[in-house]
């Protein structure tokens, strides 16, 4: 039987996940303590509006697809305190998210971006100041106005690793749940509702990937081709890994070992 085999939130959008056994599914669809914070550039520390919904394009904040360096950051966030350090060691920083850390966390991410590959984007027009936003309690930093959770199967990942070696790390493609026990790709035909241990999901769509996938998760390089792959190799029109869900009803709590099961 197929079961949940990792459980990721991701506190700020676009950097790297904390891995949970337990996570709480909100109702909202969105996962609790996930995408609530953000770094945003200087002439974008507000929302779009899309569909009725608050937007906030990742292309304008600090983000794996365009910034792949920020794959070598480790964070940590509790209470109201956030930790961000260099999985090297090199870099380390930790402060309460008042406006005072929140502008030495800016500060200091800044300093570092510009010893990494992607210094030159910073100095693009409007990028910087840098600013934290994000209340540290609500989700509302996803790529899509309406939210959504993302899941994908570790047998997915493994069958594009033996393509592109580096591609079966299951962290390259931020999937808030990993499951084992499918088939390669046997969760793109799922259709309908989803079983999570005790909270029930509707299947709504494939999740198309971006440059997000092509950064390796511990050096930030580009070393994997994900996206040409999946189209050429796997004969996609779009290059797809992963589905995404929305809750039935309130949500609940889903744990590492849930069973996963269509309803």
Not at 187 to 201: K, M, S
Not at 235 to 247: A, C, E, K, M, S
Request: aromatic content about 6%; hydrophobic content about 35%; overall charge negative.
């Amino acid at each position: 039987m197929a079961e949940v085999s990792a459980l990721y939130r991701y506190p700020v959008k676009g950097f790297t996940p904390e891995p949970h056994q337990e996570l709480t599914v909100q109702a909202d669809g969105r996962i609790t303590g996930d995408r609530v914070l953000a770094f945003r550039f200087a002439s974008a520390t507000e929302p779009e509006e899309r569909d009725g919904l608050d937007y906030w394009p990742k292309r304008r904040g600090l983000a794996l697809m365009t910034f792949p360096s920020i794959a070598r950051l480790r964070l940590r966030l509790e209470d109201n305190q956030l930790q961000i350090r260099d999985a090297a060691g090199d870099f380390s920083i930790t402060e309460e998210l008042d406006d005072a850390g929140r502008t030495r966390i800016c500060e200091e991410v800044t300093s570092w971006l510009r010893t990494t590959d992607d210094a030159k984007q910073l100095d693009r027009e409007d990028v910087l100041p840098l600013k934290l936003v994000g209340d540290t309690e609500t989700s509302r930093f996803q790529d899509r106005g309406r939210g959504f959770i993302s899941l994908h199967g570790e047998a997915s990942a493994a069958d594009l690793g033996r393509v592109i070696p580096g591609a079966e790390d299951n962290r390259r493609y931020r999937s808030n749940i990993v499951i084992s026990g499918t088939g390669p790709w046997e969760e793109l035909d799922w259709q309908g509702r989803l079983r999570i241990g005790e909270v029930e999901f509707t299947v709504e769509a494939p999740i198309v990937r971006c440059l997000a996938t092509h950064a390796n998760p511990d050096t930030g390089d580009r070393d994997a081709p994900v996206m040409p792959t999946l189209v050429k190799e796997f004969n996609q029109n779009d290059p797809t890994l992963g589905i995404l869900l929305l809750p039935d009803g309130e949500g609940g709590p889903i744990c590492v070992g849930d069973p996963v099961q269509p309803v």
